[in-house]
């Protein structure tokens, strides 16, 4: 079944950088279209970055210019370069399918304090 494991997260000051990573089995990755999620406290769950299985990215406004995602084929994984971060940035970051499978992983929990 899908499997989706993220990790990378923590506390990190305003302005600083952190670089997420998501390992992902159980579908054939490379002819995915891959997308990063982010769910705060008390609210629904968003689409902040996406990447094709040809490696063209799209991203939210509220992160354009300061998060980068990228993938690599051979290890089934995408990562999310994430720059310049903001206390609205806070909260856990998913990865999954675009569009998304039902399975979810664990998430990793990005903390931007001022």
């Known amino acids: 079944q899908v499997q989706l494991v993220e990790s990378g997260g923590g506390l990190v000051q305003v302005g600083g950088s952190l670089r997420l990573s998501c390992a992902a089995s159980?579908?054939?990755?490379?002819?995915?279209?891959m997308g990063w999620y982010r769910q705060a406290p008390g609210k629904e769950r968003e689409l902040v970055a996406r990447?094709?299985?040809?490696?063209?990215?799209n991203y939210a406004n509220s992160v354009k210019g300061r998060f980068t995602m990228s993938r690599d084929n051979a290890k089934n994984t995408v990562y999310l370069q994430m720059n310049s971060l903001k206390p609205e940035d806070t909260a856990n970051y998913y990865c999954?399918?675009?569009?998304?499978?039902?399975?979810w992983g664990q998430g990793t929990q990005v903390t931007v304090s001022s």
């Open positions: 999954n399918g675009y569009p998304y499978y039902r399975e």
């Open positions: 159980g579908f054939i990755f490379r002819i995915n279209n």
């Open positions: 990447i094709t299985s040809g490696g063209i990215a």
